[in-house]
């Protein structure tokens, strides 16, 4: 309707919208998907996968890491995959900053 | 001569508002990180100043606009700018004194609203501009920040429900400091370039620059060493209602807050809309309450700031208009002097009335308990 068009830029707002959810929610993902990679333990699966919570509140059942706070599980090529996601959010943010030099 | 001293006040008081508008806005970057621990407070306000200032330099494209789009620029003189700062400049001080996190471009925008009113009439204002270019978008921005930062916060508790909460808090604390970066930058890209654009309008009307002229570099600079030193400074009341305020944040939570604000922010300038940065902010925040099942929101803090938000446009208009009033009554440098003094004493009361119960970086963490600043026993706003 022409009338709206007046006062909202439906055009616009559809874009913001679109690509604000897979740049703002979407990237928070990947970052959480690079988080996992990292963590997975070196025995190549991912810990205690389906198993949910234990009784006493601990996902890894993981020899030798006695610190809870440890991102990086053992695995390499979990590293290897959380690098990529870090890299292209990286890229993401880099092509961010690039359209604020370029200008509106 | 006295023409001289007239515009140099007004840059001054431009760069006063540059200053208030850091202070309230550095929270809406830094709040989360500083809430979850992320950021040291000190660090967080440190690293933020500095990316204003960066930002501040890298778009060119200065909003001149701000004033184009809403006002009859060939109307506006140099008083009417300066009553218009001083409305923005008390709007931003009263709203930082009761730790709401309210917009600096509509407390800017509706001063120089209301004092064009006063000078020359309804007629300088252009409505349909303002509805649609400031409004509307205020409006919806909050709600877009929030859902896309509900959208993220489900999606992260997803994805990273196997990692233990101590790895999952230091993963996401490194994801905050991103986040939150990008947020200090994009703030200084948009609301630095505001009161360049009003105080070149402001030269321009003086004569000192030829119509439609470029903003000098020294504006540039003192603008953009003006924002830097008060997100610095930081609003640490405010700062403390974002942070701890409105939901009690954990780091995977802040994370999708300020990468929904940063989106968003990002996005709207790209396409031409200089949106609040603390309304988006606040919208995200929220947005991260909904998304985390059993998240606590305090609607009444943020009914308190909606209702600020209602007000800034009119209030801030009406102390634009008074102070023109004042300053056009009396005339020539005597009325701009008198503006001057007059908003200085106001700004001085005010900041008396805050050291009563002062925030800052050593109790901005502390638990919510009601009120502004921590374990007062009545309320700052009573």
């Known amino acids: 309707m022409s009338g709206v068009d007046k006062w909202i830029n439906l055009t616009a707002l559809w874009q913001i919208v679109v690509v604000g959810l897979l740049a703002g929610a979407g990237l928070p993902a990947l970052f959480a998907f690079g988080l996992r990679f990292l963590n997975m333990p070196a025995g190549g699966r991912v810990a205690t996968a389906g198993a949910g919570a234990g009784p006493d509140g601990h996902h890894h059942a993981v020899a030798g890491h006695e610190n809870e706070e440890t991102v990086y599980g053992g695995n390499s090529m979990g590293l290897v995959a959380a690098c990529v996601c870090f890299a292209v959010i990286l890229a993401a943010i880099g092509y961010g900053i690039y359209l604020i030099v370029a200008g509106a | ?382």
């Open chain 2, 1 to 382: 001569m006295t023409k001289d001293i007239i515009i140099a006040l007004v840059v001054v008081v431009g760069l006063g508002f540059d200053f208030t508008n850091g202070f309230h806005d550095t929270g809406n970057a830094m709040a989360t990180s500083i809430a979850t621990g992320a950021l040291g407070p000190r660090t967080a306000v440190a690293l933020s100043g500095v990316l204003n200032l960066v930002g501040a330099f890298l778009s060119l494209s200065v909003a001149a606009t701000i004033a184009s789009g809403l006002v009859q620029t060939h109307l506006v003189t140099v008083t009417v700018v300066l009553a218009g700062l001083i409305g923005g400049i008390l709007w931003n001080l009263i709203t930082w004194l009761f730790g709401i996190p309210s917009s600096s471009s509509h407390a800017l925008i509706g001063g120089v609203i209301g004092s064009t009113i006063a000078a020359a009439g309804g007629h300088a204002v252009k409505w349909q501009g303002l509805v649609s270019k400031v409004i509307i978008p205020a409006g919806l921005s909050p709600i877009i920040a929030g859902l896309i930062a509900a959208t993220g916060t489900w999606l992260i508790y997803r994805i990273s429900r196997n990692i233990s909460d101590g790895a999952r808090r230091h993963g996401f604390r490194y994801g905050q400091i991103g986040s939150a970066s990008l947020v200090s930058l994009a703030h200084g890209t948009n609301d630095a370039q505001k009161t360049m654009g009003i105080l070149t309008l402001a030269l321009i009307a003086n004569g000192s620059l030829p119509t439609g002229a470029k903003t000098p570099f020294w504006v540039i600079l003192c603008c953009a060493l003006a924002i830097s030193l008060g997100t610095y400074l930081g609003g640490w009341r405010v700062i403390r209602t974002l942070g701890k305020g409105l939901v009690e944040i954990e780091a995977p939570q802040g994370m999708a807050a300020e990468s929904a604000s940063a989106a968003v922010i990002l996005l709207s300038s790209h396409f031409g809309y200089s949106l609040s940065t603390t309304h988006v902010a606040t919208g995200s925040i929220l947005g991260v309450g909904i998304g985390k099942k059993g998240a606590e929101v305090r609607w009444n803090v943020a009914g308190r700031m909606a209702t600020a938000w209602v007000f800034t446009l009119p209030v801030a208009a009406l102390v634009g208009a008074g102070a023109y009033g004042v300053a056009a009554g009396i005339g020539g440098l005597a009325g701009v002097i008198v503006d001057v003094l007059i908003l200085l004493a106001l700004a001085g009361y005010i900041y008396f009335r805050s050291r009563k119960s002062a925030v800052s970086h050593d109790n901005v963490n502390d638990e919510w308990t009601g009120t502004v600043a921590p374990d007062q026993p009545e309320s700052v706003a009573a």
